[in-house]
């Protein structure tokens, strides 16, 4: 049996031993290879846009028991051990919200809703922020979240804020080099670039979040040019 490669990334349904479906994943040829190869998930991330092994963060990996293709060769059946918690929020399946059709709401499912945050797996903090954002864009209360808020008037609300946010950041640091006192923390200037860093960062996140780009790309995009002039980069871009 042959997989149709070119219909580009095929979807990928996870399941555990006892049948449980954990997550929906996609896979290129490449990723397909890998899992082969080494026995262990890896799957193409479109916000990353790379391949990943599954688990290869928190450590919560999948072992594969069995692989299975659809009738039209173009979906992909895994059944898995899992590692640990298949999601990102540390339940065990992606799949623990339940919809209501009649109310039109989303509510978890007490039998598999998030386990508490000690036993969360973690993925950094800008992986976790980045879904947290992606969580309030899809269901988030505007009366009672910042960043369901500034996705209801998106892009404009996050776009200032990112503007706003770097001029206080220039500031701080020009305050610094000064010596002007901490404005956040008395005598403390430094916390001051800390500060408006953050606020710039998480605002970013926000955007970024909003066009499915996961800030991995901006980490892989510094590490290609490492090792770079700064000048020779510069003149070699499309101007």
Same mark, same amino acid.
């Given at each position: ?7 580009? $990334? ?11 479906? *954990?997550? !929906? ?7 397909? =290879? ?5 026995? /262990?998930?890896?799957?193409? @991330?479109?916000?990353?846009?790379? %391949? ?13 028991? +069995? ?10 059946? !895994?059944?898995?051990?899992? %590692? ?8 065990? @399946?992606?799949?623990? =919200? ?7 709401? &989303? ?6 809703? &998030? ?13 976790? $922020? /980045? ?6 864009? *899809? ?5 009672? @979240?910042?960043?369901?808020? !500034? ?6 609300? /996050?776009?200032?804020? %990112? ?10 640091? =020009?305050?610094? =080099?000064? #010596? ?14 800390? /500060?408006? #860093?953050?606020?710039? !960062?998480?605002?970013? *996140?926000?955007? *970024? @979040? ?6 991995? +790309?901006? $980490?892989?995009?510094?590490? &290609? ?15």
């Amino acid at each position: 049996m042959q997989i149709d490669w070119q219909k580009g $990334l095929i979807p990928v349904v996870t399941q555990d031993e006892n049948g449980e479906i *954990l997550m !929906l994943a996609y896979m290129n040829e490449e990723a397909f =290879k890998l899992s082969c190869e080494s026995g /262990y998930a890896h799957y193409f @991330s479109r916000s990353k846009n790379r %391949i990943w092994k599954k688990g290869e963060s928190s450590g919560n990996t999948q072992k594969i028991k +069995q692989i299975k293709l659809d009738c039209d060769n173009d979906a992909i059946l !895994l059944k898995v051990e899992q %590692i640990g918690a298949a999601c990102h929020t540390g339940s065990h @399946s992606c799949f623990f =919200k339940e919809l209501d059709i009649l109310e039109n709401s &989303r509510i978890p499912s007490e039998e598999n809703s &998030r386990i508490p945050s000690a036993n969360t797996p973690s993925y950094g903090i800008l992986d976790e $922020l /980045y879904h947290t954002c992606l969580e309030r864009k *899809l269901s988030g209360d505007e009366s009672t @979240s910042y960043t369901a808020k !500034l996705y209801k008037k998106a892009p404009n609300s /996050y776009l200032k804020k %990112i503007a706003e946010e770097a001029c206080e950041f220039a500031l701080a640091i =020009k305050d610094f =080099k000064s #010596g002007t006192k901490g404005e956040h923390k008395e005598a403390q200037p430094a916390y001051d670039i800390v /500060y408006e #860093g953050a606020d710039v !960062l998480f605002h970013m *996140l926000v955007a *970024l @979040s909003d066009v499915g780009i996961h800030p991995e +790309q901006l $980490l892989n995009e510094l590490r &290609r040019r490492e090792g770079l002039s700064g000048l020779i980069e510069k003149a070699n871009r499309k101007g």
